[in-house]
């Protein structure tokens, strides 16, 4: 079955830092990958997605995320956060081979940023 | 524009009613899904609809039911089966269900309450 894990529950960096949020997925074949952020209150977000092709995806706000099929893993890097990045962020994996198949979403990664 | 509205933002009610979350979308896609989120955990899905008058149940179905009368309104109803349906409630749509190229995108969400 398809699982994901986000292992960091909360982590706080300082403005203008460099950040890498971690995403571990769980499935048998070739998964498609997301990430979504959520402001507090609000609907997620999409930053980018994976499918196929080139391993290194750029997402939207200076996002981008490495595919790493050898670790199974999706994490999420920003070379320098702003105040405006503090948020939750949400990896996702779903499958996209049938009609039932479903996304499945991780716990989440709360983002704090430090002045 | 288009995108996914959902109604009312805030929802209060009394314990043993039934209430029913209002979710719009406007950019024609065929697949709608309502999620629930609870504090510190991912999104949990709740039902999902690939066309109109045909859903399925998701993962947490049971206390909730839905409609597809048009393929650009999903309604929730949370009754009074549901024993804990304090929680902010997504609903997202998709081009098709299942597809390689499938993403959901989000409405801003109801907070519901139950007093």
């Known amino acids: 079955a398809q699982s994901v894990t986000q292992p960091d529950i909360h982590i706080t960096v300082s403005e203008g830092a460099s950040l890498e949020l971690r995403c571990n997925y769980s499935?048998?074949?070739?998964?498609?990958l997301f990430w979504y952020v959520q402001s507090p209150g609000q609907g997620l977000q999409l930053l980018l997605k994976?499918?196929?092709?080139?391993?290194l995806v750029q997402g939207i706000k200076g996002f981008e995320a490495e595919f790493k099929r050898s670790q199974s893993s999706f994490n999420l890097r920003k070379p320098s956060v702003h105040w405006s990045d503090a948020a939750e962020y949400f990896c996702?994996?779903?499958?996209?081979?049938?009609?039932?198949?479903?996304?499945?979403f991780g716990s989440g990664t709360r983002l704090s940023i430090r002045p | 524009d288009g995108g996914i509205t959902q109604s009312p933002k805030y929802l209060f009610r009394k314990e043993g009613q039934n209430v029913t979350l209002s979710c719009e979308q406007n950019?024609?896609?065929?697949?709608m899904y309502w999620y629930r989120q609870d504090p510190g955990q991912g999104l949990r899905l709740i039902y999902y609809?690939?066309?109109?008058?045909?859903?399925q149940k998701g993962d947490i179905a049971e206390g909730y039911s839905v409609s597809r009368e048009k393929k650009e309104s999903f309604p929730l109803t949370v009754t009074s089966a549901q024993k804990n349906p304090t929680a902010f409630y997504l609903c997202?749509?998709?081009?098709?269900?299942?597809?390689?190229?499938?993403?959901?995108?989000f409405g801003p969400g109801t907070r519901l309450t139950v007093l």
């Open positions: 499935y048998g074949a070739t998964p498609y």
């Open positions: 950019l024609n896609h065929d697949a």
């Open positions: 997202a749509s998709s081009t098709k269900l299942g597809g390689r190229t499938d993403t959901q995108y």
């Open positions: 994976y499918f196929s092709g080139d391993t």
């Open positions: 609809s690939q066309i109109v008058n045909d859903f």
């Open positions: 996702a994996v779903g499958s996209g081979y049938s009609s039932a198949s479903k996304i499945i």
